[in-house]
């Protein structure tokens, strides 16, 4: 009903017409079922391209042409995929224990289930790219460059963790990364001045603004991309539908749950997020089309949290068991790439274990180094460094008590 | 009252109370609540209670009592509220009444709003008041500044509850005190509960108020127990704004504090009175907007010194507000220059260590007191 209205609407651009024909002749459904994808003359060299084909259930789209249904790869690149969801699940699990054995403090949202998405679009971006999130962003500061021990070393409030203990689980920050964000909602507009600034300075690049289904009302959102579309600017938001906010499954949030088509006059694409091939080829695709100059996408990757919201939240009063082990035992992102890369004789069940094993080896040990690193020490110096550029600060910051002022 | 205090000169002698808000604003016959028995029975019909229940049951009672209450929020609803204040609400209320809201605090606060433009009685939820930053033009601008630039035409009745302040562990952008910034608004009224009885008391008054009212609770309070008399208990029982609660009497120096800090400065001064068996009053403020100045002033003139402890931001803040006020109206009583505890001036860091030294906390209080009174 929302198409229709668009597409009787007078403010019709050619593109859009195109587009809708084809859509509407595909008629191809997102699934989170990956299942029928295919690859077929897969060289014998780690590093030789060649072509899969995606599930005809990969994408759907609103007033876009769908991104090609094949992705060039190479048999290296596929393992290493495979290897970064392994290693951000690992690190998810230690944050698990680690919040458990209550070394953890305050929040802690995990992403056990999203790793396709953090993973899919790190490998269609390069460091110049941006990426900005909300606070479930340990994965995403993994693939962007963040290490194992930085980040666990983080939630664990030491010293060397990534943001030196000042920020905690919810916020992280590297080069191209702009967090870890604790304001629902707040991450898109940010992220589309991280687009303008590309556009400004001339880069080529893009930038992936993220969200979450509950996310998606808050009317700063909405804002954003209609700035983005003014002035066209090379953005990508991504909405990642794991169906639920909190508490709140999505269609008790959201007016229109499909997220893909809330730009509106922006056009959208819906990507099975359980796929990180899917992933990694929609958003290859958008990044080519919006810094070819044809403005901000919206994408939804369709995915799935295995976890409560974050460690507090057991996650089973809005939800059933049943929900959460389908998705679990027929949906998962890792061990549906498992499959196809055997399915497709990219590897073997031996190499695979072996990158598991390895895989959970460094972060491991990773984790073990961050734990055995010490916390701030308790200086006010420790304390009131960095609110200000260093230099630049004020003369000095009240204390608790006059006593305690801090003067730089 | 206040008019009649003279800055820096005579103490007005007290006046009485004003009436409670209640009985003027009250536009429903009241029909008799069913009170659940929340917590365990002690002496003298005492009961326990915890912050949490107290607010459940404060919310219960006048959703009872009014059928234009409502109440609208971030999983209010369904999932018995983020941090279980509204549990049991939706089962026993149904949906109408009870609504949970899609994470949009600018919009459901404007809307909230509207509806108490239009004569309803909305309890707005925020999850914290860090999200509240969201919504804050609908808070001040278009809720507290409505009915002043009507005229007096155009009243609204709202209350935004929920927590503030202080929370442990949850880094800079979850762990800030807005009192200072509500307390601050003309055409708002602000009050901070500490016990029990001051969360059902206050957030009662609040919802009779006609007036926007911000009840600013503390997540880390919700599980703490209090003892809730057996008046409190009642369907009727509410908390005046604008009379603190001398929550320990004490002769040797004042201590005007709020919300968490309350608790905090109770230990200290006990405390202190076992170490150097000084007596330190400690006044709850219970509502900032109004603020008790003549219970401070009052105190201040047996005590002769004054140390405020809150957990806010220093400059600006609600401890800055009480000195000058103390200076403006009771500085011919006091014997050293009043003094403040406040948080520290930097964002809340995530590390414990760090986030231990920036906020208030009993040995601070104790050993400031001390130094204060020269033991
Ligand atoms: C402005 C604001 N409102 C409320 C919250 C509390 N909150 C944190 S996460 C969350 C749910 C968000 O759900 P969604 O956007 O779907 O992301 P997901 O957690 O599923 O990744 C809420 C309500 C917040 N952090 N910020
Ligand atoms: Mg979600």
């Known amino acids: 009903m929302f198409s229709r209205t668009l597409r009787t609407s007078h403010v019709a651009a050619p593109l859009r017409n195109n587009a809708f024909s084809r859509t509407t002749l595909v008629k191809r459904t997102v699934t989170t079922d990956a299942a029928t994808a295919h690859a077929e003359a897969v060289p014998a060299e780690d590093t030789k391209p060649f072509q899969v084909t995606l599930s005809d259930e990969s994408f759907e789209t609103y007033e876009l042409d769908p991104p090609p249904y094949t992705l060039n790869t190479t048999k290296k690149e596929l393992k290493q995929i495979y290897h970064d969801m392994v290693s951000v699940r690992r690190m998810e699990m230690a944050a698990d224990r680690l919040y458990k054995e209550k070394k953890i403090r305050g929040f802690c949202h995990l992403s056990t289930g999203q790793e396709a998405v953090a993973v899919g679009i790190e490998h269609s971006l390069t460091k110049e790219d941006d990426v900005i999130t909300a606070y479930r962003c340990h994965g995403f500061a993994l693939m962007r460059g963040g290490t194992v021990k930085s980040i666990v070393g983080e939630l664990l409030g030491r010293r060397e963790g990534i943001a030196y203990g000042k920020g905690g689980s919810m916020h992280m920050f590297a080069k191209g990364f702009y967090g870890g964000n604790g304001i629902v909602g707040a991450q898109v507009p940010v992220g589309a001045g991280l687009a303008f600034a590309h556009k400004y300075k001339g880069n080529n690049n893009v930038t992936v603004a993220l969200y979450g289904d509950g996310a998606s009302n808050q009317g700063q959102v909405f804002e954003a991309f209609n700035m983005a579309k003014l002035w066209n600017l090379p953005v990508l938001f991504g909405c990642e539908n794991n169906k639920y906010g909190m508490g709140t499954a999505a269609n008790r949030s959201s007016a229109l749950t499909d997220y893909y088509k809330r730009g509106q006059y922006m056009p959208g694409l819906k990507v099975n997020g359980m796929d990180v091939l899917a992933v990694k080829a929609a958003v290859q695709h958008g990044k080519e089309y919006t810094t070819a100059g044809n403005g901000p996408l919206v994408l939804e990757y369709v995915t799935y949290r295995y976890g409560g919201h974050s460690m507090s939240d057991p996650g089973t009063t809005y939800r059933t068991r049943e929900e959460i082990q389908r998705m679990r035992s027929t949906q998962d992102p890792i061990a549906g790439l498992k499959q196809k890369l055997l399915e497709w004789n990219v590897t073997t069940e031996e190499e695979l274990k072996r990158i598991d094993k390895d895989a959970r080896a460094a972060v491991d040990a990773e984790v073990a180094e961050a734990e055995a690193m010490p916390p701030p020490d308790a200086t006010p110096q420790n304390l009131y460094e960095d609110i200000y550029v260093r230099g630049s600060e004020l003369p000095f910051m009240r204390g608790r008590t006059l006593e305690e002022n801090y003067y730089y | ?375």
């Open chain 2, 1 to 375: 009252m206040l008019r009649f205090l003279r800055p820096a000169s005579r103490f007005v002698s007290a006046a009485a109370a004003r009436p409670v808000a209640r009985s003027a604003f009250q536009l429903f016959p009241r029909v008799p609540a069913i009170i659940q028995s929340q917590g365990y029975a002690t002496e003298g019909g005492v009961k326990d209670y915890t912050v949490r229940d107290a607010l459940n049951e404060a919310l219960a009672e006048e959703l009872e009592l009014n059928p234009k209450v409502f109440v609208l929020g971030e999983e209010v609803a369904q999932y018995n509220g983020a941090y279980k204040v509204t549990k049991g609400l939706l089962d026993r209320f149904g949906d109408k009444r009870v609504i949970d809201s899609p994470i949009t605090e600018s919009g459901f606060c404007g809307l909230t709003v509207g509806a108490a433009l239009a004569g309803l009685h909305p309890v707005c939820e925020f999850m914290t008041f860090n999200f509240a930053m969201q919504a804050i033009d609908q808070i001040v601008n278009s809720a507290a500044k409505t009915h002043y630039m009507s005229g007096g035409i155009q009243p609204c009745n709202i209350t935004f509850r929920g927590p503030n302040g202080f929370a442990a562990g949850v880094a800079a952008q979850h762990s800030q005190d807005y009192s200072a910034w509500y307390g601050s608004i003309p055409g708002l009224k602000v009050v901070t509960p500490w016990s029990a009885e001051d969360a059902k008391g206050l957030l009662k008054a609040a919802i009779r108020d006609p007036n926007p009212v911000c009840v600013l609770e503390n997540e880390l309070l919700y599980g703490q127990v209090f003892p809730m008399s057996e008046a409190a208990q009642k369907d009727d029982f509410v908390i005046p704004f604008g009379k603190a609660k001398i929550e320990r009497a004490g002769k040797d120096l004042t201590i005007v504090t709020l919300s968490r800090c309350v608790g905090q400065s109770l230990v200290a001064a006990e405390n202190i009175k076992k170490k150097y068996g000084v007596e330190v009053e400690v006044i709850n403020l219970r509502s900032i907007k109004p603020l008790d100045v003549e219970s401070i002033v009052k105190s201040v003139k047996k005590t002769h010194r004054l140390l405020c402890v809150e957990s806010g931001f220093p400059a600006f803040g609600v401890g800055a507000e009480i000195l000058a006020l103390g200076m403006e109206y009771a500085f011919d009583y006091l014997d050293a220059p009043a003094q403040r505890i406040t948080g520290a001036e930097v964002p809340t860091p995530y590390a414990q260590k760090l986030e231990d030294m920036s906020f208030p906390n009993e040995s601070l209080i104790e050993n400031y007191i001390a130094k204060m009174l020269r033991l």
